[in-house]
């Protein structure tokens, strides 16, 4: 993972007063990317509340099954619908929907992780250049 240096506010007020604050095309390109990246990351960041709240549902029906009768049929929601299942096929089925999630939640920190990595590479540079001038937090 690289090293990101942060800039401090006396860094953005020394390189940000300099006279050639015009916004170049590359400069352009780097605003749209980091806005795109925000907009991106609002996204991934409720999609991952979602499946978080999912994740606890999953662990809290898991800890109801553990204490019901090995005999007994529970109901099971699959899609729109439940079934009435033996527990074991239950818990079977749970397991792998906990799986499911489990994956889901970590290639979501994944991405949002790298997200905020190119958002900050693009924040040094673009403060770098601009200093005070812009503003970039979010």
Known sequence: ??????????????VGGGEDNEVRRED???INRFSRLHQRESVLEEQLKAKQ????????VSTELELADEDELVPYKI???FFQ???EEAQTLLATS??????EVSS????LGDLR???????????ARFGRSINLET
Request: proline share 2%.
């Open 1 to 14: 993972m690289m090293q990101h240096r942060m800039l401090s506010k006396d860094d953005e007020v020394a």
């Open 117 to 127: 990595d190119e958002m900050q590479q693009l924040k040094v540079a673009l403060y």
């Open 53 to 60: 709240k999912d994740k606890e549902d999953l662990e809290e």
């Open 79 to 81: 899609g729109d619908s």
């Open 85 to 87: 299942l033996p527990l």
């Open 28 to 30: 352009q390109e780097k």
């Open 98 to 103: 906990t799986e499911q999630i489990d994956s």
């Open 108 to 111: 979501l920190e994944d991405n």
